[in-house]
């Protein structure tokens, strides 16, 4: 079992940058403002040859009576409890403060190993300022400078020092690599109940669900399996409109969740049904499209609304989302339950049809079949011949198709061939890409 360290510490005292530096990544949202991480995240780390994970939580508050503050105060607890080492960050600038107190307290409380990192300390490693970080009773402070990298070699053999590492299989972990987990990104417009599917899914409240637009900031991604299928879920910040973008926050959050879309699997496209289908939503959606992603479309809140309004939904859905045809579409609702069991097929058929084997000889046939029933246009003298066809890729499915004249091929005949393909090899929930591939003649004048 690799060792869980959990990063805990007030507002802006560089958490996230450290993450960022112990786990060799850019995975954790960084600028210069308080309160920018709100839901823990978890990352993979190495020193040498010891492997273990890292917990970047949010600015701790820990007597907080409620309001978002509160829950963030709630994640930090629960990073606490999983962590095996804790490591306390302040900052030596601004000194010790009375909330560093407070968290100083609630650490001892919690019975765990913790250790005392002073950040912000670049060049001031002998600095007398670090002398009253002891009167916080956490122990020896561990000057490091997160945005430079110093001392951070020297707090992590302290934390790993107790840790027994034994040595990795290499059969499993080339096991590991064969059967790694389906990237799921939940995407869509803030507040429309991203994290607290995932949160049902869960079983625990793993993410900050507020009923607040943009609570969550960052893409957080969260392991999970499922009938002995491994999933990787990764909730995302809620895109808006990009006049409505004002924070310079929201601004890293939007790119993080293009990244996130860029990177997944499937991408559930969770709209609310009480609002219905926005412009932005379909924005969403051709970035998905665009991004050759396997795409599943969910309207939450289902049970909230009247035949009436699902009417309305269900039109502005055939209106707006039409260049996603392919795409299943679900009624669910997070919070009462309903609808998660068909969802969670309709997943798998979309992984499973972006990443199906479509064999040259059967593909061939099918493209011949469809010149029989109805040959491409004539342009001027020539008509496109089309000779075989092969796959070109996955996720999304690229089919090639080879021959003489083909870039005259029209848009309406690539959506023909695109249909048949479709109905043959049963894809639902991705897009399928054709291209079109002209043999050169080597008869052609060269001048």
């Known amino acids: 079992m690799k060792p869980v360290v959990a990063l805990v510490g007030r507002p802006n005292v560089g958490k996230s940058t450290l993450f960022n530096r112990i786990t060799k990544s850019r995975d954790a949202i960084v600028a210069d403002f308080a309160g920018l991480t709100r839901d823990r995240h978890y990352g993979d780390a190495r020193l040498g040859s010891r492997e273990f994970i890292v917990i970047d939580t949010g600015g701790f508050e820990p007597d907080k009576p409620s309001g978002v503050v509160a829950e963030m105060a709630k994640q930090t607890k629960q990073a606490v409890a999983e962590a095996d080492a804790v490591v306390f960050v302040t900052d030596l600038r601004n000194g010790v403060s009375g909330q560093d107190h407070d968290i100083a307290r609630y650490l001892r409380q919690c019975n765990k190993r913790v250790f005392l990192a002073v950040n912000k300390a670049e060049g001031m490693s002998d600095s007398p300022l670090l002398a009253e970080f002891h009167e916080l009773g956490i122990g020896e402070p561990h000057p490091i400078s997160s945005a430079h990298g110093q001392g951070i070699r020297s707090l992590l053999e302290a934390v790993l020092e107790t840790f027994v590492f034994g040595d990795e299989d290499e059969e499993a972990s080339d096991e590991e690599i064969a059967n790694r987990p389906i990237r799921l990104a939940v995407a869509g417009r803030p507040n429309v109940g991203k994290s607290t599917l995932i949160n049902t899914w869960l079983g625990e409240e793993r993410l900050v669900a507020f009923d607040m637009p943009g609570t969550t900031r960052d893409a957080i991604s969260v392991p999970f399996e ?18 409505k973008v004002f924070e310079a926050i929201e601004k890293f959050s939007v790119v993080k969740t293009l990244q996130a879309i860029a990177d997944a699997n499937v991408v559930l496209l969770l709209v609310d049904a009480m609002q219905g289908v926005s412009e932005q939503d379909a ?7 665009d991004s050759g992603r396997a795409v599943v479309i969910a309207i939450n809140k289902w049970d909230a609304v009247d035949s009436y309004q699902r009417e309305i939904v269900e039109r502005s859905i055939a209106q707006r989302l039409a260049f996603l045809k392919f795409a299943p579409i679900l009624h669910i609702s997070a ?7 068909p969802l969670w097929k309709a997943i798998a058929d979309a ?6 084997k479509m064999p040259t000889p059967v593909l061939t046939r099918l493209v011949q079949e469809a010149v029989e029933h109805q040959a491409p246009k004539r342009a001027g003298h020539f008509r496109p011949k089309l000779r075989y066809a092969h796959q070109g890729g996955m996720n999304p499915p690229v089919v090639v198709v080879h021959g003489n004249s083909l870039e005259h091929v029209t848009d309406s ?19 399928l890409r054709i291209e079109m591939k002209s043999s050169h003649n080597p008869f052609v004048d060269k001048e």
Request: aromatic share 8%.
């Open 226 to 243: 499922r009938l002995g299928q491994r999933f990787e879920l990764i909730d995302t910040a809620g895109l808006r409109r990009k006049g």
């Open 283 to 289: 924005h969403i959606a051709g970035y998905v499209l």
């Open 335 to 341: 919070l009462k339950r309903q609808g998660l069991g």
């Open 351 to 356: 992984h499973a049809s972006a990443t199906r």
């Open 413 to 431: 005949y690539k959506r023909y061939l695109e249909g048949r393909i479709r109905d043959h090899f049963k894809l639902v929930g991705t897009p």
